[in-house]
T-cell receptor
Framework: TQLLEQSPQFLSIQEGENLTVYCNSS?????LQWYRQEPGEGPVLLVT?????EVKKLKRLTFQFGDARKDSSLHITAAQPGDTGLYLC???????????FGSGTKLNVKP | DTGVSQDPRHKITKRGQNVTFRCDPISEHNRLYWYRQTLGQGPEFLTY????????KSRLLSDRFSAERPKGSFSTLEIQRTEQGDSAMYLC??????????????FGEGSRLTVL
C-alpha cells in the first residue's frame, strides 16, 4: 500500500481539453510537491504547496493543497501536447529523511 | 551546468556482475537521496545522506546494495552480484537543508541499468 495514491493512472486527451489529477493520503504532510517527468529523464519540480487550502498557479496549471494537508490536486486548462509526461506527487516524512512518491499519472495529450 | 549530475547514464551488464553509479549533487546541498524507478512507476526510496552520514536506508534494500558519500559531496551507489530484477532507473536527488524545510528535490537525469 502506497502512502500517496494518485488517480487516474493514465489519461489520454485531445489538445485543448481540461483535466485534473488527484493525490490522496490518509496521512498529514507538512508540504506536497508536484513533479513532471519525461521519458529517460529525472523528475523536474513544478511546485511545492505548504499551507492547507493553498492554491498556486503556474500558467495553465493550478495546484491545490487540501485543507487538512492530506491531499492535493493538479488541474491543467487547455492541455497542449507539450504537457505530455508522467506527473508525480511527493511528500516528505516529518524529518525529511525520506520523500514518499505517488505511483504517477501518465498524461498523453494528442494534437 | 550546476545541476545534479549522474554517471553513467546507461549501463548494460550481465547477471552476477557488480555495478557502481556516481552522483554529484548541487554543491551547496547537504541532503542527498537515492531512488529506484521502474517503467511507469513512481520513484522508490533507497537511501538518504545528510552530509557524509547515511541516516536512512530502505528495509527493502538487500545487502547487495551499498551507498557512500565519503566527504559529504559526491555519492556512489554500488550493486553487487546484479540480478535481472535490479534493472531500473536509479535516480539521485539533492536538497538544501534550511530552517524553512518545505522540501524540494532536485533530480539528476538518472542512470538506467539493464541486467541481461
Amino acid at each position: 500500500t502506497q502512502l500517496l495514491e494518485q488517480s487516474p493512472q493514465f489519461l489520454s486527451i485531445q489538445e485543448g481539453e481540461n483535466l485534473t489529477v488527484y493525490c490522496n493520503s490518509s496521512s498529514v504532510f507538512s508540504s506536497l510537491q508536484w513533479y513532471r517527468q519525461e521519458p529517460g529523464e529525472g523528475p523536474v519540480l513544478l511546485v511545492t504547496v505548504v499551507t492547507g487550502g493553498e492554491v498556486k498557479k503556474l500558467k495553465r496549471l493550478t495546484f491545490q493543497f487540501g485543507d487538512a494537508r492530506k491531499d492535493s490536486s493538479l488541474h491543467i486548462t487547455a492541455a497542449q501536447p507539450g504537457d505530455t509526461g508522467l506527473y508525480l506527487c511527493a511528500g516528505p516524512r516529518y524529518n525529511f529523511n525520506k520523500f514518499y512518491f505517488g505511483s504517477g499519472t501518465k498524461l498523453n495529450v494528442k494534437p | 551546468d550546476t545541476g545534479v549530475s549522474q554517471d553513467p547514464r546507461h549501463k548494460i551488464t550481465k547477471r552476477g556482475q557488480n555495478v557502481t553509479f556516481r552522483c554529484d549533487p548541487i554543491s551547496e546541498h547537504n541532503r542527498l537521496y537515492w531512488y529506484r524507478q521502474t517503467l511507469g512507476q513512481g520513484p522508490e526510496f533507497l537511501t538518504y545522506f545528510q552530509n557524509e552520514a547515511q541516516l536512512e536506508k530502505s528495509r527493502l534494500l538487500s545487502d547487495r546494495f551499498s551507498a557512500e558519500r565519503p566527504k559529504g559531496s559526491f555519492s556512489t551507489l554500488e550493486i553487487q552480484r546484479t540480478e535481472q530484477g535490479d534493472s531500473a532507473m536509479y535516480l539521485c536527488a539533492s536538497s538544501p537543508y534550511s530552517g524553512r524545510n518545505t522540501g524540494e528535490l532536485f533530480f539528476g537525469e538518472g542512470s538506467r541499468l539493464t541486467v541481461l
